[in-house]
């Protein structure tokens, strides 16, 4: 790749506004929902599905349900969005408070899962 479009790219990245929120993964199949604050999205559930297809998702039911119906068994989907300025900063404590308070208005729908 040409360095000066790699320089270009990486500024990009730095530079760019990731998704950040509740996230919950629901299985079709179930209507079983499980919920994760996450600051990027769309990097979480990247991750989740490469651990998933790997076996190694530490979270027994959700690993289970995922061998059973598959990615396409499943949607994942921001629930409640975090606004942030700088993606560069740690959102930690707003995004667990985030989380708490979509719990609190959202009681028995859905499990946190790590």
């Known amino acids: 790749m040409d360095p000066?479009?790699?320089?270009?790219?990486?500024?990009e990245y730095s530079e760019r506004k990731?998704?950040?929120g509740v996230m919950e993964m629901r299985c079709r199949a179930?209507?079983?929902?499980f919920l994760i604050a996450t600051n990027d999205l769309h990097a979480t559930e990247n991750g989740l599905i490469a651990r998933f297809d790997g076996g190694s998702h530490p979270n027994k039911r959700l690993q289970a349900l995922w061998n059973?119906?598959?990615r396409e068994g499943f949607s994942f989907e921001l629930v409640e969005e975090l606004e942030h300025d700088d993606a560069r900063e740690d959102y930690a404590e707003e995004l667990r408070e985030l989380l708490?308070?979509?719990l609190e208005e959202h009681p028995g729908t859905a499990r946190v899962w790590r």
């Open 4 to 11: 000066q479009r790699k320089k270009q790219l990486k500024q």
């Open 30 to 33: 179930t209507g079983e929902s």
């Open 100 to 102: 708490e308070l979509y």
């Open 68 to 70: 059973e119906h598959g």
């Open 18 to 20: 990731p998704l950040m």
